[in-house]
């Protein structure tokens, strides 16, 4: 891979740029807050890590007072307010930063907090643009106040979705902090909660899954035809895996993989990735490169679960040993690069491209059979099968296959349709 390839220039490389960075600062965000030591300049280094990332020159981070309820500040950067101010927090509008799942802008009109926000003129003072809770369950722990971007750009949702993961990683170090600090008069009982507590945020798994979800909406994001394209493989690839009955661990891996499947994207131009016509050589081959970028990008980050990057980088291959970028044959395919390529594929063809519209259901399911054997194995293709003509029977207490597909059709046809492919695959074994 040429260094171009992995650090891309001009917008493209600036976006994958700044993504490994914000990957790299959610594993040292972990790290810091997990320290029981110099917990105060802990978050002095977590509020500059989440500034950094958007990034923004002016920022606080509030503590909620257990007794009183106000807001204390415990860290600050580019204002004048010094720790230990405190701002007052009556009850209605922290239920009402409870409730908030998303950062709100200051100048938003929202019942409770806007009169809260326009009263506390300390947060004018501090040219507040942006606030996001610190909560941990029903819990308000604190507040996060960002300025303006360097760039004096809007907000976008990357931003937005980013701030309110890394505003979780904080609460939760936080809570735990108090836990701690309780270590020492607590009974055995709490001791063991505490312990217990501890090996779970070391473990971070749920914190963990928001990220890479954040991520892959990020990648998304990149282009309008693919919003909700890695959340849907996921899920599509997740409910094959189980009717595989493949072990939690794969499929663990098989959902953070199909949310990261396509980072490599991140260093394509928008402009083939947009194109309307076809594309020439040297457009396919930077389109055919993006598989390796996810690769090189991946397998720099110690995922808890088993070939991430290696899913990722296979996601194209074909059973037929045509596909790209190694050309691996089945007996050298995982069922995890199988899952995600049939995933990847169905999603592709039922949704809207630059070059044509969605196809119908029964169309995407005939472009299923036409592959099989050819670009998809026909295990994982009974498998999908499976899952699919369930939810069509409405059978699935939550459907997977079916979110986001036109579902426009006739149930009995569609049903025929499934079950005559499944009759051509009951020879199949293994």
Same mark, same amino acid.
């Not at 360097?150 to 939760?172: K, Q, R, S």
């Not at 069922?335 to 119908?360: N, V």
């Given at each position: 891979?040429?260094?171009?390839?992995?650090?891309?220039?001009?917008?493209?490389?600036?976006?994958?740029?700044?993504?490994? /960075?914000?990957?790299?600062?959610?594993?040292?965000?972990?790290?810091?807050?997990?320290?029981?030591?110099?917990?105060?300049?802990?978050?002095?280094?977590?509020?500059?890590?989440?500034?950094?990332?958007?990034?923004?020159?002016?920022?606080?981070?509030?503590?909620?007072?257990?007794?009183?309820?106000?807001?204390?500040?415990?860290?600050?950067?580019?204002?004048?307010?010094?720790?230990?101010?405190?701002?007052?927090?009556?009850?209605?509008?922290?239920?009402?930063?409870?409730?908030?799942?998303?950062?709100?802008?200051?100048?938003?009109?929202?019942?409770?907090?806007?009169?809260?926000?326009?009263?506390?003129?300390?947060?004018?003072?501090?040219?507040?643009?942006?606030?996001?809770?610190?909560?941990?369950?029903?819990?308000?722990?604190?507040?996060?106040?960002?300025?303006?971007?360097?760039?004096?750009?809007?907000?976008?949702?990357?931003?937005?979705?980013?701030?309110?993961?890394?505003?979780? /990683?904080?609460?939760?170090?936080?809570?735990?902090?108090?836990?701690?600090? !309780?270590?020492?008069?607590?009974?055995?009982?709490?001791?063991?909660?505490?312990?217990?507590?501890?090996?779970?945020?070391?473990?971070?798994?749920?914190?963990?899954?928001?990220?890479?979800?954040?991520?892959?909406?990020?990648?998304?994001?990149?282009?309008?035809?693919?919003?909700?394209?890695?959340?849907?493989?996921?899920?599509?690839?997740?409910?094959?895996?189980?009717?595989?009955?493949?072990?939690?661990?794969?499929?663990?891996?098989?959902?953070?993989?199909?949310?990261?499947?396509?980072?490599?994207?991140?260093?394509?131009?928008?402009?083939?990735?947009?194109?309307?016509?076809?594309?020439?050589?040297?457009?396919?081959?930077?389109? !055919?490169?993006?598989?390796?970028?996810?690769?090189?990008?991946?397998?720099?980050?110690?995922?808890?679960?088993?070939?991430?990057?290696?899913?990722?980088?296979?996601?194209?291959?074909?059973?037929?040993?045509?596909?790209?970028?190694?050309?691996?044959?089945?007996?050298?395919?995982?069922?995890?690069?199988?899952?995600?390529?049939?995933?990847?594929?169905?999603?592709?063809?039922?949704?809207?491209?630059?070059?044509?519209?969605?196809?119908?259901?029964?169309?995407?399911?005939?472009?299923?059979?036409?592959?099989?054997?050819?670009?998809?194995?026909?295990?994982?293709?009974?498998?999908?099968?499976?899952?699919?003509?369930?939810?069509?029977?409405?059978?699935?207490?939550?459907?997977?296959?079916?979110?986001?597909?036109?579902?426009?059709?006739?149930?009995?046809?569609?049903?025929?349709?499934?079950?005559?492919?499944?009759?051509?695959?009951?020879?199949?074994?293994?």
């Amino acid at each position: 891979m040429k260094t171009l390839e992995l650090h891309g220039r001009g917008q493209g490389g600036t976006e994958l740029r700044k993504l490994m /960075f914000n990957i790299s600062t959610m594993e040292e965000l972990g790290e810091v807050l997990s320290s029981r030591d110099h917990f105060r300049e802990n978050l002095q280094t977590a509020l500059l890590s989440l500034m950094g990332s958007i990034p923004v020159a002016r920022g606080a981070l509030l503590l909620r007072d257990r007794n009183s309820g106000d807001l204390v500040l415990a860290a600050t950067r580019g204002t004048e307010a010094r720790p230990g101010l405190r701002i007052e927090l009556s009850a209605a509008p922290a239920r009402a930063l409870l409730r908030r799942r998303r950062p709100l802008s200051v100048h938003a009109q929202v019942p409770v907090l806007t009169p809260w926000m326009r009263r506390t003129t300390v947060l004018r003072e501090m040219g507040a643009e942006l606030i996001a809770p610190l909560r941990f369950k029903e819990e308000l722990v604190g507040l996060v106040v960002l300025g303006l971007k360097y760039t004096g750009d809007v907000y976008n949702p990357a931003d937005l979705e980013l701030i309110m993961v890394m505003a979780n /990683f904080i609460a939760l170090g936080v809570h735990n902090q108090e836990l701690f600090r !309780h270590l020492e008069t607590a009974n055995t009982a709490l001791r063991r909660k505490v312990t217990e507590n501890r090996r779970l945020y070391r473990n971070l798994e749920s914190i963990f899954s928001d990220t890479v979800r954040a991520l892959g909406a990020a990648i998304d994001a990149k282009d309008p035809y693919t919003r909700g394209h890695s959340e849907r493989v996921a899920r599509i690839a997740v409910a094959i895996g189980r009717a595989l009955g493949l072990p939690e661990l794969e499929i663990s891996a098989l959902r953070i993989a199909s949310h990261l499947h396509d980072i490599g994207k991140i260093a394509v131009d928008n402009s083939i990735l947009l194109k309307v016509g076809r594309l020439d050589q040297e457009e396919m081959v930077q389109i !055919h490169r993006h598989p390796m970028v996810s690769y090189d990008i991946l397998s720099n980050i110690a995922f808890p679960y088993p070939d991430v990057a290696l899913l990722a980088r296979h996601h194209h291959e074909w059973v037929d040993g045509s596909g790209y970028p190694d050309r691996l044959g089945p007996k050298e395919l995982l069922p995890g690069m199988k899952i995600i390529c049939l995933a990847d594929s169905f999603d592709a063809m039922t949704s809207d491209r630059p070059y044509r519209p969605a196809l119908k259901l029964k169309e995407a399911v005939g472009r299923i059979r036409e592959g099989v054997r050819v670009q998809f194995d026909p295990r994982v293709t009974r498998a999908f099968l499976e899952v699919l003509r369930t939810e069509v029977r409405g059978e699935a207490a939550t459907p997977e296959i079916l979110t986001g597909v036109d579902m426009r059709f006739s149930t009995a046809s569609m049903l025929g349709s499934i079950d005559r492919f499944l009759g051509e695959l009951q020879p199949v074994h293994g």
